[in-house]
């Protein structure tokens, strides 16, 4: 079955660029999560979206990052003027009910995009 | 987000050993879960834990929830080449959406 596709799976741009990342969820998953893998590190939370509306924001670094879901399904995450230091693996996960009660609402990732700026 | 501390980072053993791996937390989750990661692939859930105490088997895989709710081990037993991977550990808070995860233990296993 389809599982959570990302696109594009590489995007390599210049410092100061514009960048877009998509995520397809699982059809029928009402929660879209995005996290931040860095080298060797595990992933780290970002954005949550319940429906449309982003019910927590709290892991976006700073201003220059900014995620829609206008329709409920699909999701971009958007980050302006692109720093080396945003290179690593972003991934997309999704689950039919929020997550929070037990038992667990699995998440369900995507493989992730690599973005590198050079 | 806080990071769960995980360890060995990093093991490499031959065919047929047992692994055990183990992660722990400086604050206290509801839920435990263990996730496997493969090269170039998201992580996938392995399994999960919601009490403090509970041990619970997947195949050759066993994980048990600390009884402090701040750590929890992972065990495979008889390891065979495909369990090559990185494992995660994370920490689900009750009301919470947000998994925190820990830096991994890479596995390496020899034929």
């Known amino acids: 079955g389809a599982g959570v596709s990302q696109t594009p799976s590489n995007k390599v741009t210049e410092k100061g660029k514009y960048v877009e990342l998509r995520c397809d969820p699982i059809?029928?998953?009402?929660?879209l999560y995005w996290y931040r893998q860095s080298l060797g590190q595990g992933p780290e939370f970002l954005i949550y979206f319940q429906g449309t509306g982003a019910a927590d924001d709290s892991g976006l670094p700073n201003d220059r990052f900014f995620a829609v879901r206008p329709e409920g399904s699909v999701s971009t995450l958007k980050i302006q003027r692109t720093e080396r230091g945003d290179s690593a693996v972003y991934l997309c996960?999704?689950?039919?009910?929020?997550?929070?009660?037990?038992?667990?609402?699995?998440?369900?990732f995507g493989p992730g995009t690599r973005l590198t700026v050079l | 987000g806080q990071q769960l501390n995980q360890s060995p980072q990093s093991m490499f053993i031959q065919e047929g050993e047992d692994v055990s791996m183990n992660c722990t937390s400086s604050s206290i989750f509801n839920t435990w879960l263990w996730y496997k990661q493969e090269p170039g692939e998201g992580p996938v859930l392995l399994i999960a834990l919601y009490k403090a105490g509970e041990l619970t088997s997947n195949g050759r895989l066993t994980a048990q929830f600390g009884i402090t709710r701040k750590d929890s081990f992972l065990n495979i037993s008889a390891s065979i080449p495909s369990d090559v991977g990185i494992y995660f550990c994370?920490?689900?808070?009750?009301?919470?959406?947000?998994?925190?995860f820990g830096k991994g233990t890479s596995l390496l296993v020899t034929p």
């Open positions: 059809s029928g998953h009402t929660a």
């Open positions: 994370a920490g689900l808070r009750d009301s919470g959406y947000a998994l925190n």
């Open positions: 996960a999704s689950s039919f009910l929020p997550s929070g009660r037990a038992p667990y609402n699995e998440q369900f």
